[in-house]
C-alpha cells in the first residue's frame, strides 16, 4: 500500500509555470507507475500525463503535449509535474495516482492509489 500526498498548486496568470509534486509513502515506489490527473468544476477526471517505473516511458494527454513534463525521482519517491504555458483551461484538481505496473496507460482503475488533489487555478 502507499500513500500519496500532492503540493505545488496554487494561483498563477496565463502563462505562468508551476511544478506539481507527489510523494508516495509507503514501500516499493519504484514499482509503481505514477501519473497525474486533474479534473475541471462539472467534469471527468481526466489523465494528464504518466511515467513508467524507471522514467524511460512516458505519455502525455494532447492537450498538455509539449507544455507539461512529468518526471520522477525514485531516491525521493516523488513524482512531479512541470507545467508550463499555463492557459485557464488548465484550472483543475490535480490528482497524483500510482499503480504497480511496468506499463503507462492513459486511465485508471480499481487498483490505483490515489492522493487528495492539489488545486491549480489559472486566470488571464
Known amino acids: 500500500q502507499v500513500q500519496l500526498v500532492e503540493s505545488g498548486g496554487g494561483l498563477v496568470q496565463a502563462g505562468d509555470s508551476l511544478r506539481l509534486s507527489c510523494t508516495a509513502f509507503?514501500?516499493?515506489?519504484?514499482?509503481?507507475?505514477m501519473s497525474w490527473f486533474r479534473q475541471a468544476p462539472g467534469e471527468e477526471r481526466k489523465f494528464v500525463a504518466g511515467?513508467?517505473?524507471?522514467?524511460?516511458?512516458?505519455l502525455y494527454a494532447d492537450d498538455v503535449k509539449g507544455r507539461f513534463a512529468i518526471s520522477r525521482d525514485n531516491a525521493e519517491n516523488t513524482a512531479f509535474l512541470q507545467m508550463n504555458s499555463l492557459k485557464p483551461e488548465d484550472t483543475a484538481v490535480y490528482y497524483c495516482?500510482?499503480?504497480?505496473?511496468?506499463?503507462?496507460?492513459?486511465?485508471?482503475?480499481?487498483?490505483?492509489?490515489w492522493g487528495r488533489g492539489t488545486q491549480v487555478t489559472v486566470y488571464s
Open positions: 495516482t500510482a499503480v504497480m505496473s511496468t506499463v503507462v496507460v492513459r486511465g485508471a482503475d480499481g487498483d490505483n492509489y
Open positions: 509507503g514501500r516499493s515506489f519504484s514499482s509503481y507507475t
Open positions: 511515467i513508467n517505473w524507471n522514467g524511460d516511458t512516458t
